[in-house]
C-alpha cells in the first residue's frame, strides 16, 4: 500500500507540471486567459533581466507578441519539483523555444534555451506561480529556411499549421 504522504506528492507534482506546461500552450496559441490562470494574481515575474515587475503587467507587455503572427513554440524539459510544504513549492525547468520573425529585416528565426525557476503555492486548493525566474542559457539565431526537411515531409503547400486562439485545432474542437 502507498502511503497516502507520497500520493497527495505525486498529485501535487503532477497539478504543478500541468501549470508549466499550459504556459507553454498559452504563450504559444496567443490564450490570454490561460497564460493568466497560471499565475496568483499578485505573482511577480523575473524576466531574466527583459521584464521585472507584476505578472499581470509582464502579460499585458507581451500581449502583441502573443497575438501576432510570429510562430513560436516553448517545449519544457528536465522539471524537477520539490515540495517544502504542503502549499509551497520550487519547480526549475527548462524552455527550448523557437520564434520566427518574418517581419524583421533580414527575417529570421531564434532557437532558445532558458530556465525557469518557479515558487509555487497552492491557494484555495489550487497550484499557481507566485514567483517566476527566467534565465537565459544560450541563443542561436538564423536566417528563415523552412524547406520541410526539402519536401520529405510532404507538399509545403498543403500541409495544415497550427494558429493562434481561436484559429488552432485545439480551439476549433471545442466550439
Not at 33 to 60: K, Q, T
Not at 111 to 132: C, H, K, Q, S, Y
Not at 133 to 147: C, D, G, K, V
Amino acid at each position: 500500500m502507498i502511503p497516502e504522504a507520497e500520493i497527495r506528492a505525486l498529485l501535487d507534482k503532477q497539478a504543478i507540471t500541468e501549470v508549466i506546461h499550459s504556459y507553454s500552450r498559452a504563450v504559444d496559441r496567443g490564450d490570454e486567459a490561460l497564460l493568466r490562470a497560471c499565475y496568483h494574481d499578485d505573482a511577480i515575474e523575473d524576466h531574466g533581466g527583459s521584464f521585472l515587475g507584476p505578472a499581470g503587467d509582464y502579460i499585458a507587455a507581451i500581449l502583441p507578441a502573443l497575438h501576432s503572427d510570429r510562430l513560436m513554440t516553448h517545449t519544457v524539459t528536465n522539471i524537477l519539483i520539490e515540495l517544502d510544504g504542503p502549499d509551497s513549492a520550487l519547480a526549475e525547468c527548462y524552455y527550448l523555444s523557437f520564434a520566427r520573425y518574418p517581419a524583421a529585416e533580414p527575417p529570421f528565426e531564434t532557437l532558445t534555451l532558458a530556465r525557469a525557476i518557479d515558487r509555487f503555492e497552492r491557494r484555495d486548493g489550487t497550484w499557481r506561480i507566485a514567483l517566476r525566474q527566467l534565465r537565459w542559457e544560450w541563443n542561436r539565431e538564423q536566417p528563415i529556411a523552412e524547406t520541410w526537411a526539402r519536401g520529405g515531409i510532404g507538399d509545403p503547400a498543403i500541409l495544415l499549421h497550427g494558429g493562434k486562439m481561436p484559429n488552432d485545432a485545439l480551439y476549433e474542437g471545442r466550439r
